[in-house]
């Protein structure tokens, strides 16, 4: 496995190697991010992994400086996984005093993580456009578990016309439902037993939208029990799963989504409303 943390490394890297997948990460990784590494392997190319916990897309009260950060842990997973390429770059390689660029992409990041966290998706579409630069891959493997990034990323490499295929890789779980996140590790015991309740109660709504039950009243329910589990819901929401805009009554291709803190800790999942759970 190749470690490059300069540029000028990264391009004998890059030249040794042809054509790659790509899995872009902030590190603390997980068998989320391992699943990642092995859905782009799988897709038939070696795999170049970046490990950069991006400052631009923390906003000023957000938890970069406490982010988790486990470097030498990270580099025996992805050799585990096979991994062929990590890229460690440093703040000022990607960010240089010179730096003028940013990628802003608009309505599909207007609400939800867009509106909670302002500046949020322009730091994760700058950062991303410039590690498809310098990775340059053919295809970038995201997890579903954050979907509107997903979603802004797409649209950002639509309409720069990068060519670079998205792949997005479903959520992987804990097996009380819980979706993986490196965020996780903040959790109390307790808040740690209570967590699957969000999936638990994303669940149960699919399953009532399917049945045909009123959407307002189920997003309600949803909040509820939400809340009698000890978590404040930031939103919950039917979306239309590219767009993100909110419906009214089902119609396909919908997105299930919520955030909800549970003590300093705010937790993401979405669900397809699909008969395929
Ligand atoms: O999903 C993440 O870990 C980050 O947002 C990403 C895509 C690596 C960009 O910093």
Request: aromatic share 6%; charged share 20%; net charge positive.
């Amino acid at each position: 496995m190749i470690i490059a943390r300069t540029l000028e490394d990264l391009k004998i890297a890059r030249e040794a190697l042809g054509e790659v997948n790509f899995v872009p990460t902030m590190g603390a990784l997980h068998e989320g991010h391992l699943t990642l590494v092995r859905a782009a392997r799988e897709a038939g190319r070696p795999v170049a992994v970046s490990i950069f916990v991006n400052p631009t897309q923390f906003g000023p009260k957000e938890d970069l400086s406490r982010y988790p950060r486990d470097e030498a842990g990270d580099l025996a997973k992805l050799e585990q996984a096979g991994c062929a390429l990590v890229w460690l770059p440093r703040v000022d390689t990607m960010y240089p005093p010179h730096a003028s660029t940013t990628v802003h992409v608009t309505n599909v990041t207007a609400r939800w993580e867009g509106a909670t966290r302002p500046g949020h998706f322009d730091g994760v579409a700058t950062v991303v456009a410039k590690l498809f630069g310098q990775i340059r891959p053919k295809a970038a493997f995201f997890g579903e578990k954050d979907w509107q990034q997903v979603q802004v990323v797409r649209r950002m490499v639509a309409d720069l016309h990068l060519p670079v295929d998205i792949v997005p890789v479903p959520t992987v779980r804990e097996a009380d439902g819980l979706a993986r996140s490196s965020r996780n590790a903040y959790l109390s015991e307790a808040e740690r037993k209570a967590a699957p309740a969000l999936y638990a109660a994303l669940t149960e709504a699919v399953k009532a939208i399917l049945a045909g039950k009123e959407v307002a009243a189920t997003l309600h329910k949803v909040r509820q029990d939400l809340a009698a589990a000890g978590m404040t819901p930031d939103y919950v929401a039917l979306v239309h799963a590219h767009s993100l805009e909110p419906l009214a009554g089902f119609k396909a291709p919908a997105r299930l989504i919520a955030a909800a803190k549970l003590g300093t800790v705010r937790l993401l999942d979405n669900l397809a409303v699909s008969s395929q759970l």
